[in-house]
């Protein structure tokens, strides 16, 4: 079975600065997927980034991107130049590479940006 | 601009009444996940479909909840009788197999007093 552990129940950012937050999983799985969803106050869940297991390069979506690290089972996000648009709770998600499989999510992290 | 739709948006009942939430998903696609959250259990999945049939609903508590997919446009899920412990978000996401990506609907907040 596969786990997700997001360690920062809670974080803050001014805005414009920088922000990580963390990511562990375990898997014994080779071929895996892994995302950050956000989730605003309107609770529609947006999907912020993908990476593939498979690729050494981490991806990146303009502001976002993530540094992997396969061996240390670690997938962290970071947002750079953070707006107030960003407060929401982020969560990070794996997924196996089998056809059509589910998605196992974190506990999430409650990231408030402050003017 | 296509989405996953979701209905109720909103739904209060009481204690023992039957509760059917309905999700459409993206045109196309043919697998169908319903997830639900709580502040507890956090974001867990129920079931999945994959051309409208059951591959998984090991999450799901077999003697209240049922869920199926009548036709590819509409999913439900159904509680009978709900309990005050159902009171969570529920999701249901669509996706093509063979991609890595779900899209998820807005969700049905349910409250069971």
């Known amino acids: 079975a596969q786990t997700v552990t997001q360690s920062q129940p809670e974080m803050s950012v001014q805005e414009a600065e920088t922000v990580t937050l963390s990511c562990t999983y375990d898997?014994?799985?080779?071929?895996?997927?892994l995302f950050w969803y956000k989730q605003p106050p309107s609770r529609q869940m947006i999907l912020v980034i993908r990476?593939?297991?498979?690729?050494?390069q981490n991806a990146t979506e303009n502001r976002f991107s993530v540094n992997f690290q396969k061996a240390a089972k670690s997938f962290s996000l970071k947002i750079s130049d953070s707006q107030l648009g960003d407060t929401a709770m982020y969560f990070c998600a794996f997924m196996t590479a089998r056809y059509g499989s589910r998605l196992t999510f974190g506990e999430g992290t409650q990231l408030t940006v402050n003017p | 601009d296509a989405r996953v739709t979701q209905t109720p948006r909103d739904k209060v009942t009481e204690m023992g009444q039957e509760v059917t939430m309905r999700c459409q998903p993206i045109?196309?696609?043919?697998?169908v996940f319903w997830y639900r959250q709580t502040m507890m259990q956090g974001l867990e999945l129920l079931a999945y479909f994959r051309n409208r049939a059951p591959l998984d609903d090991s999450g799901m508590p077999k003697d209240r909840f049922s869920a199926e997919m009548p036709d590819a446009t509409l999913a439900t899920l159904k509680i009978q009788p709900s309990e005050p412990r159902d009171s969570a978000v529920y999701f249901c996401?669509?996706?093509?197999?063979?991609?890595?990506?779900?899209?998820f609907g807005p969700g049905t907040r349910l409250t069971v007093l």
């Open positions: 045109l196309g696609h043919n697998t």
């Open positions: 996401a669509s996706g093509l197999a063979g991609y890595n990506e779900q899209f």
């Open positions: 990476q593939e297991a498979y690729k050494q």
């Open positions: 898997t014994s799985e080779n071929n895996y997927y």
